[in-house]
């Protein structure tokens, strides 16, 4: 059914519909890829995560904010080399400011409620990521580029 | 869906949904044995409000810490706590409360209700959750019988319910929990029975009964009369009467206890004829369902009412540890009659013990003595330790009693906060701290006295000198283990010198005194309840403070078993020339008794460190005391490791032992293998306010000196990064 869809709207989906996603940050030594749950508003081009301040992403992103990020809707069968669908994320992320916490916050815990404690912990940082383009991958090969800012 | 199932509805297929206890009563009433009518609010209702609330997973991110079967008791005390404090705070959402309220309402309007626990296969044969799970008695209006909901809810959770759990294997995630409201029925007189009784194989069957209503008699707090009959000829074969004093009685909101008239404490709650009724009802539930059961039941006038009804399951003989899980719930007047005899009796009498055994010097007894020292020195050590297990760690259940009212009556967001009110009492790690501070203070201020320290001069502050000694002759060497004690001053004088150089250190955040918020949790209070509260408070602090003195005084006495240990080990190391470090007691022993036997060492001494390859990046434990430090590693593997802390490193131990309370002060932060937020480790680091990550698997081993961590005091995460070689 999700061929039936414009590519932005299957990006839409796939992003409203999965918990979890693969960030990528870089490190001096190369990049480092985390798995994180997240919630992201596709049509405001933003994306949320949330980590402990003392991980080696968060490290990473205050050295390099470029950041990729990667969701996809596999389901460990062999036709998800056909079915399966693809979208990754490149834009920038920090941490979220003051003012724009309230709302964010709320985001987030609409998508993951049993999160609360994590990501209420003082230790713990709400990042966002802008989403500079987004790249969807389906039907294998086919691959197409939604850019934010041409 | 079926949210809500009347008593008199509940079908065969029901009994998953409605539970075990509902499923009875229902079964029972379908007999037309008088049963109070009431309402099943079905698991469907509990899975609901899991679900949509995100709580499903946020109580298995809780448990999932660590492999359950590796969580200690304390962590799971810890777990439970959190969990609790999570139904407390998370709202039912709204389209769910209202199909649960419409039909409650409907049904008791505010009439007093009794809100009961009924989980689906409590009540297997071999597996009894009976007492593990919580009911609340004299519930009245909506809004307090949802609240009562969410703790039956919550009580699934209970540690007593995990340890059980974990104990027989089951797994807490596929468990669920339904809840029985029933009209509460005042009887003037309850009990249980059982219609074979479980101690007997024979054809006994046993009826219990107190004045009043009977959760005194099921919680232990009110002593019953105990009558043991012939099931066959239904004949009473011997009556007990026990010392009558108190009844359970409704009260405005609840129950409250009070003292029995001179007249009911005269007479038995019942008549040989009322036992031999209360006995036919359990023969007529017995007969029903095909098994012995254990029924509670009250006398209203003279109607005989059937309160519940379940299988007497037959425990095994040993190794089922549910009444001592049970037993870490006492009441608080069984607390306070526990504090007595510690404070009174027992550790007066280690204290006692310990001293008599400092002042027999073991190193001046011939071989048979000594090793008659040994054997008379291991027996009292385990005594004490059983002691320990049986009386202490019961009491600690103290501070939890005081943070279950804490966070029901004030819902923090923090479940531990209560633990303010309870820090800053009489500590015996922490008097020690204050004196070690003084004695800095005095280096700090007297720059000659610091430069006849460090050349290791004999100092001319005199005021130093008393100081030291007094010290010296109170706690004597801080570098003590099973190896050696160091009788050298210098470890003491080197460790002053560190703290000199440090500004702030020695200093506990809290002060002693009272902290503020005291007032304003007793101002919740009015009344009887108000005179109950400052009890309770009392009582956790002293709890609270138990927890560390008595691991003290333990360690005095097993400070003296080393000192005779050590007193063998040395005579055998200089008689054979081999240094017998790792001799074990019992072989210290034979071979003073008998210098023929053969002098085996055992062939593990300290275990070499497997050389894995696996490095840790990042550790999940417990928080245990908020806040973020980071800094390098100093592994304590033995007190020796004390010697070298640096000020500002980060403490990694097994489990802090009160006597190394005193490298406290220099550390930034502190992570430990035990687990929980009572152990020693915590409540210190709480103290000085410090990052404290407990319950990390093998973190001595796992960790290195100079490693850099970042403790996460409030998500309980580790961050290591080891400097590259």
Sequence with gaps: ?150 | MSLVIPLRDIRLEDRTLVGDKSFALARLMSQGIPVPDGLSLTTEAYQEYLQSTGLAERIQLELSRKPFEDMRWEELWDAALRIRSMFLQTMVPSSLLNRMRQPIEARFDRAPVAVRSSAPGEDEPGASFAGLHESFVNIAGIEEVLVSIKKVWASLWSDAALLYRKETGLDPSISSMAVLIQAVVVGERSGVAFSRSPASSGDEAVVESVHGLNQGLVDGSVEPDRWILDRNSRSILSHTAPQRDKVLRPGPAGLIMADLSDDEAEKPPLSPDEVRAVLDLALTAEADFGRAQDIEWTLAGSKLILLQSRPVTTLPESGDSRPWYLSLHRSLEQLLRLRQRIEEEHLPAMQAEAETLAARDPSSLEDDDLAAEIDHRLARFELWKGVYWKEFIPMAHGVRLFGQIYNDVLKPADPFEFLHLLEGGRLLGLERNRQLNVLAGLIRKDPVLRQDLRQGLDPGNAEFKTNLEAFWDRYGTLFCHEASCTRDRQDLVDLLLKLADEPQSGRPLTSGTDVPDRDRFLELFSGQSRTEAESLLDLARASYRLRDDDNIVLGRLEAQLIRALEAGRQRLAVRTGRSLVHLRPEAIVQVLKDPEAPLSEPESGPKPQAALELTPRQLRGQPAGPGLASGRARVIGSPADLRSFQAGEILVCDALDPTMTFVVPLAAGIVERRGGMLIHGAIIAREYGLPCVTGIPQATSILKTGDLLTVDGYLGILSVQRPES
Excluded: W
């Design chain 1, 1 to 150: 059914m999700g061929q039936q869809l414009d590519v932005p709207s299957l990006a839409r989906q796939i992003l409203n519909e999965q918990q979890i996603g693969v960030l990528a940050s870089s490190t001096a030594r190369g990049p480092h890829l985390s798995l994180v749950a997240f919630a992201a508003l596709f049509d405001d081009q933003v994306l949320y995560f949330a980590t402990s301040r003392s991980s080696r992403k968060f490290a990473n992103l205050e050295q390099d904010p470029r950041a990729a990020f990667l969701v996809d809707d596999r389901g460990r069968r062999v036709e998800d080399l056909h079915r399966a669908v693809a979208v990754t994320v490149q834009g920038s992320a920090r941490e979220v400011d003051r003012t724009s916490r309230a709302p964010a916050l709320s985001v987030y815990l609409e998508r993951h409620p049993h999160l609360i404690d994590f990501v209420q912990a003082p230790s713990c940082a709400l990042m966002e990521m802008s989403m500079g383009a987004v790249e969807v991958v389906q039907a294998f090969q086919q691959v197409t580029r939604i850019s934010f800012n041409p």
